[in-house]
Structures are given as structure tokens and as C-alpha cells.
């Protein structure tokens, strides 16, 4: 089992950048598929970006693309995501995950989850 721990959100503006992290303790992101969700106000979780348990397949909502990318450390007990080119509909509370899943987009598909860290971001 594997606890997940959030850091790294916080208020900024309109094209500025952030680095969430998401360190495990327990064990490793190893051999699990791990990911970034996000939920707004009113809205439902939603998929950010996927790592596959090996680390070397990723994807990316449409939404995000080209601005935000997953990685973990060498030791493979930190997740991130960097975001760049922040916009405000990417203000939500965001969310890392991990289970022995197959690599999937669906919440429901996740057994370990962190608190979240809410990113706001102003216009």
C-alpha cells in the first residue's frame, strides 16, 4: 500500500508556471500507474495526465497538451507535474494517483490517492 502526499499549489496568475509534487511513502510509484486529476467547483474529476507503470508511456487531456508534463524522480518516490502557460480554467484542486491498474483515464480506476493541493489561478 502506498501513502500520497500533495505539495505545490497555490494562487498565481494567468501564464505563469507551477511544479505540483506528489512524494509516496510505503512503496514506490514502481509498478503501479500513477496520474494527475483535477476537480473545480461543481465539476467532477477529471483526468490531467497519466504515467504507465513502466514510466515510459504518458498522456495528456487535450486541455493540457503542450503546457503541463508528468515525471517522477529517479527514485521513482516523487511524482510531479509541471504546469506552464497556466490559464484560469486550470484553477481546481488537484489530485496524484496510483494503483495496479491498467493505464486508464477513469478515476474509479485508482486505489491511492493524496489530500490534493488546490491551484487558483487569476486572469
Known amino acids: 500500500q502506498v501513502q500520497l502526499a500533495e505539495s505545490g499549489g497555490g494562487l498565481v496568475q494567468a501564464g505563469d508556471a507551477l511544479r505540483l509534487s506528489c512524494a509516496a511513502s510505503?512503496?514506490?510509484?514502481?509498478?503501479?500507474?500513477s496520474g494527475w486529476f483535477r476537480q473545480a467547483p461543481g465539476e467532477g474529476r477529471e483526468f490531467v495526465a497519466l504515467?504507465?507503470?513502466?514510466?515510459?508511456?504518458?498522456s495528456y487531456a487535450d486541455s493540457v497538451k503542450g503546457r503541463f508534463t508528468i515525471s517522477t524522480n529517479n527514485a521513482k518516490n516523487t511524482l510531479y507535474l509541471q504546469m506552464n502557460s497556466l490559464k484560469p480554467e486550470d484553477t481546481a484542486v488537484y489530485y496524484c494517483?496510483?494503483?495496479?491498474?491498467?493505464?486508464?483515464?477513469?478515476?474509479?480506476?485508482?486505489?491511492?490517492w493524496g489530500q490534493g493541493t488546490q491551484v487558483t489561478v487569476s486572469s
Open positions: 504515467m504507465s507503470r513502466s514510466g515510459l508511456t504518458t
Open positions: 494517483a496510483a494503483g495496479p491498474t491498467i493505464f486508464s483515464i477513469a478515476p474509479q480506476e485508482y486505489a491511492y
Open positions: 510505503g512503496r514506490t510509484f514502481s509498478g503501479y500507474s
